[in-house]
Nanobody, 123 residues
Framework: QLQAYGGGLVQAGGSLRLSCAAS????????MAWFRQASGKEREFVSS????????DQSDSVNGRFTISRDKVKNTVGLQINSLKPEDTAVYYC??????????????????WGQGTLVTVSS
């Protein structure tokens, strides 16, 4: 089970930190990811990280403003978002992939999904 939280309303240029808590059968999870979906658009890959926190990647579209991290003690995955822009407004979802460490930006590659947390950036 994945629970995403930390979204909210923030002004452009501000920062926000999202978290995703994982529980249940996490022993099979190999990679965690964040996606986002703006109203009327397809779900978009943002960033991913291996379950051990060793390897991460991100979409070129976020231009290094996003940082993904893994807290093994709290069993969470975080997404630090800096220099927020109105176009970052979206529902942010965390997802988990099992069985393979391979990177993927395709939502269909992920086996478990959280409920999403809304990030709204005002101009």
């Amino acid at each position: 089970q994945l629970q995403a939280y930390g979204g909210g309303l923030v002004q452009a240029g501000g920062s926000l930190r999202l978290s995703c808590a994982a529980s249940g059968r996490t022993y099979s999870v190999s990679r965690m990811a964040w996606f986002r979906q703006a109203s009327g658009k397809e779900r978009e890959f943002v960033s991913s990280i291996t379950w051990d926190g060793g390897v991460s990647d991100q979409s070129d579209s976020v231009n290094g403003r996003f940082t993904i991290s893994r807290d093994k003690v709290k069993n969470t995955v975080g997404l630090q978002i800096n220099s927020l822009k109105p176009e970052d407004t979206a529902v942010y979802y965390c997802a988990a992939r099992k069985g393979t460490l391979a990177r993927s930006s395709n939502p269909t590659s992920y086996d478990y999904w959280g409920q999403g947390t809304l990030v709204t950036v005002s101009s």
